[in-house]
Every structure is written in structure tokens, then in C-alpha cells.
């Protein structure tokens, strides 16, 4: 990790921790079928095997011994599972607190760079809605820690929300052009959601003050809502059927050929590999 990004890392963790927010400590288990005596690649190995065979209360067990011994990435998957309900009962404050401890104490090993620029993103994903009772909706420093995972570490959906925020006006001021830049950037790397919202402004062409590029536009909106999650698919239905009531036919068959072709072409790329 870069000197400079590690500073800053230590800086937005630092805002967080003196705000109140205290380091999460986990509870050995007496009762774990795990040996903690382990390293924490063994543990983070043996929970992660257990994961997947769906054995997640083993699972759990070897990720935390994992976590005390320091393995971010142990540390990054009890958060996610806190964050999910995913073989622990929700609570979202127990992972921002591990998230947080992620931010805060990162190490030099470029390996790490994922687990560190995920916990940021997921940190801002926290502090723009907030956690009742615990950590109040903050918009500006939200898209302070965006921005960082980015920039510093290019993570595609940090790159997603921060576009999103500068395209709303959300903890600062507007600014479509830069949010295109964004969201092109996240678009490049296949974040769905970035495909969508990228294309319907190629689309509209006014909201980012550009020429319309309809064909592009809503060939990029039709390829985004067919790789969509069922949690992304009805809003990015909603743009795509708005820019295709308006297009020609010309358009969309045009657009439908194009989005096609790309979705074919990486399949293909997909199964080579």
C-alpha cells in the first residue's frame, strides 16, 4: 500500500474512532472444534472451507481465531457475515466496527489492498444511511471515503456511489461531468450498475452537456439489465425502458444488435478462460 494512502487510511479511521465508535475485541470459544493455536492462514483456510461446504457456525469459529491472529482477509468475511445475517444474526454495528478496525490498522502488504478498499467502501455505505442508535447518516464524510477507495485503491463500486452522489449533490456539490468520469471508469471494470447509469446519461447527452449518443446510450442500458442482480434489475429496467419509449427503431435495433454482440463476445471471453 502506498505511504500516502496508508496515511490517509489512518486519518478517516482516526475521524471514526474518536467519534466514539470502540474496537471490536472477539471472545475465544472454549468450545470451537478449531485449534487457535493455528496460523491464522490455516484458520482463515479451514473457515473458509467450511463456508463453503455451508458449515458456518465452523466456519464462524475459524474465522474469528483467524481475525485475533490478524488475517484481513478473516476479518473482512465476519464483517460481511455480521453485515448479511450470513450464519451470525444481523448487526450492522458489529460490522462496521470490523470494517473499521480493517481501516485502521492496515498493513503494507499489497495483498491486503482489496479487504482494506472494500472496508472503506463499506464504511461510507454505513455512514450514508447510518446505523440507528449508533452512527449517524454523515453524507460528506461518506463521499470522503468514496472518494479515497477510488482513487487510492479504483475499487469499482466505491467508484459507483461517489458518481452517484456527485450526479445527486449528495455531501457536496453537484457535478455531472465528474460523476461521468466515474462512473465510466466503474463501467470499464463491468460494474452493472455503472453500465446502466453511464449509458442513460450517453443517452439524455444534457445532463453531462455532451451530443446524445442514443445507440451507445441504450445499448449500454440493455446489456446492464441483462446482467443485473434481482436487487439492481428494477430500477435499471426503469432507465432502460424510458430511453427505449423514446428511441427509433432505428435505435433499438441498432442498440439491441450492439448489446448482443458485446454480451456474446464476453461469454465467449468468459468460457476461454
Not at 107 to 118: C, E, L, Q, R, T
Not at 143 to 151: C, G, M, N, P
Not at 242 to 271: D, H, M, N, P
Amino acid at each position: 500500500m502506498r505511504t500516502s494512502s496508508r496515511f490517509v487510511l489512518v486519518l478517516l479511521a482516526g475521524a471514526l474512532f474518536s467519534a466514539g465508535c470502540p474496537a471490536t475485541a472477539f471472545a475465544l470459544d472454549p468450545d470451537a472444534i478449531v485449534d487457535p493455536n493455528a496460523s491464522s492462514l490455516e484458520l482463515f483456510s479451514h473457515g473458509f472451507q467450511a463456508y463453503k461446504r455451508g458449515e458456518k457456525d465452523v466456519a464462524f469459529k475459524s474465522l474469528k481465531y483467524a481475525a485475533q491472529k490478524g488475517h484481513r482477509g478473516a476479518l473482512w468475511k465476519l464483517a460481511r457475515m455480521y453485515a448479511d445475517g450470513d450464519g451470525v444474526p444481523e448487526d450492522d454495528f458489529e460490522a462496521f466496527q470490523i470494517f473499521e478496525q480493517i481501516v485502521r490498522e492496515p498493513d503494507n502488504s499489497s495483498a491486503d489492498n482489496a479487504y482494506v478498499a472494500n472496508a472503506v467502501t463499506a464504511l461510507a455505505d454505513y455512514l450514508r444511511r447510518g446505523i440507528p442508535g449508533h452512527v449517524n447518516v454523515d453524507l460528506p464524510r461518506a463521499r470522503q471515503f468514496y472518494f479515497h477507495a477510488a482513487s487510492y485503491f479504483g475499487n469499482p463500486k466505491a467508484q459507483f456511489e461517489l458518481g452517484r452522489m456527485m450526479l445527486e449533490g449528495e455531501g457536496g456539490r453537484t457535478n455531472p461531468k465528474q460523476a461521468a468520469r466515474w462512473l465510466k471508469l466503474a463501467a470499464s471494470k463491468g460494474h452493472v450498475g455503472s453500465q446502466a447509469l453511464f449509458g442513460y446519461l450517453l443517452f439524455d447527452g444534457k445532463t453531462i452537456s455532451i451530443t446524445p449518443e442514443p445507440v451507445r446510450g441504450l445499448a449500454m442500458l440493455t446489456m446492464a439489465l441483462k446482467r443485473a442482480t434481482p436487487a439492481d434489475k428494477e430500477w435499471i429496467r426503469n432507465l432502460q425502458e424510458q430511453a427505449f419509449a423514446v428511441s427509433s427503431e432505428v435505435t433499438r435495433r441498432t442498440a439491441q444488435s450492439y448489446a448482443e454482440q458485446q454480451l456474446a463476445s464476453a461469454g465467449a471471453i468468459a468460457k476461454s478462460n
